[in-house]
């Protein structure tokens, strides 16, 4: 897109740092802000310390772990995702290849599954003995065991009962994603996510990080975004594309991820709380980075490919109701 070498960057969440050297390797040789991006991504999901993404993710309610993940070329706005996929350690790689090789965005389910496995991807047991505790934990309580006799109306209504409560251990990270952005040295920009979505979810529920303008959306034109926290709110306000639309429209970087952040504040929800959490990294066409969170203690990481280390960075505050 650009004219000659400029300076390659990459943003993300606080945990899309242990990503960072395998992207900035790719950026350095002259690589695309595609292969960095999820080359970055890939080493999250293989992060074991990391219950947000990939292997060791926290499971659903059936102690299952799924997995999101989506991924766009903001020069051509090509996307791919997928979204519920079991038994596959890298979502990311599964959703580019959706992107490249099919005329579909996103695959879910046993279809996604299926795809991957015609594919050739490699499966894995993605629930570590550590994930497994916490759902027995959490779900069944320290000595407990499913209910034999109990019908799926019994677990729903279970299931239900202790949705709100849920909402209050964002703060244990019941939940999380991790998301990059990547401006190449000839000027192109990819934005990836990948996610295990909300610990001990519904079977088959996804949140933003599979939905392309929700999540995650890149345009090399003007810039791009990408969402973290409870994806239903980015769902109903598409709030990675309406970052970039603000961009479209010649706000400022700040200006724009403030305005899709008080966007928030509109939505009517009975499940919200005030510590609800919701994030947002993004980038301007020019490689310009800064990220907002309702939350006074999210950070946010970047590095540059002049940088021998990537640097921490508070997000802008903007709580979801006046304070």
Not at 170 to 194: C, M, P, W, Y
Not at 202 to 226: E, M
Not at 248 to 255: I, S, V
Request: proline letters at 3%; one cysteine or more; hydrophobic letters at 45%.
């Amino acid at each position: 897109m650009g004219s000659g070498a400029q300076v390659g960057v990459i943003v993300g969440s606080y945990n899309a740092h242990v990503g960072f050297p395998a992207a900035m390797e790719i950026l350095r040789a002259g690589g695309s802000a595609l292969d960095a991006a999820v080359a970055a991504v890939k080493v999250i999901e293989d992060n074991l310390e990391d219950h947000s993404v990939g292997t060791g993710g926290i499971p659903n309610i059936l102690g299952q772990v799924e997995l999101d993940a989506s991924i766009m070329d903001g020069t051509t706005l090509a996307a791919g995702a997928v979204g519920a996929v079991k038994n596959y350690p890298h979502p990311i790689e599964i959703a580019r290849k959706v992107m490249e090789v099919t005329p579909h965005v996103m695959l879910v389910g046993e279809g996604a599954e299926l795809f991957a496995r015609v594919h050739g991807f490699e499966t894995a047991n993605l629930l570590t003995e550590e994930a497994e505790r916490e759902w027995r934990r959490q779900i069944l309580g320290e000595d407990g065991a499913p209910g034999e006799g109990d019908s799926w109306e019994d677990q729903y209504s279970l299931y239900m009962s202790v949705v709100k409560d849920w909402t209050k251990l964002l703060h244990k990270e019941i939940f999380g994603t991790t998301n990059v952005i990547v401006r190449d040295t000839q000027g192109n920009i990819a934005s990836a996510v990948s996610t295990s979505g909300w610990g001990f979810k519904w079977p088959g529920r996804l949140g933003d990080s599979p939905i392309i303008g929700a999540g995650n959306y890149a345009d090399s034109r003007f810039g791009a975004a990408a969402c973290t926290g409870r994806g239903e709110m980015a769902i109903r306000a598409a709030s990675a594309h309406s970052v970039v639309t603000y961009l479209r429209q010649g706000m400022a970087l700040e200006d724009a991820l403030r305005t899709a952040m008080l966007d928030l504040r509109a939505l009517v929800d009975p499940f919200a709380e005030r510590d609800n959490i919701m994030n947002i990294v993004a980038m301007d066409r020019h490689g310009n980075v800064a990220a907002a969170s309702t939350s006074l203690a999210a950070r946010y990481v970047f590095q540059t490919t002049e940088m021998d280390d990537f640097e921490e960075r508070p997000r802008i505050h903007v709580p979801l109701r006046d304070e």
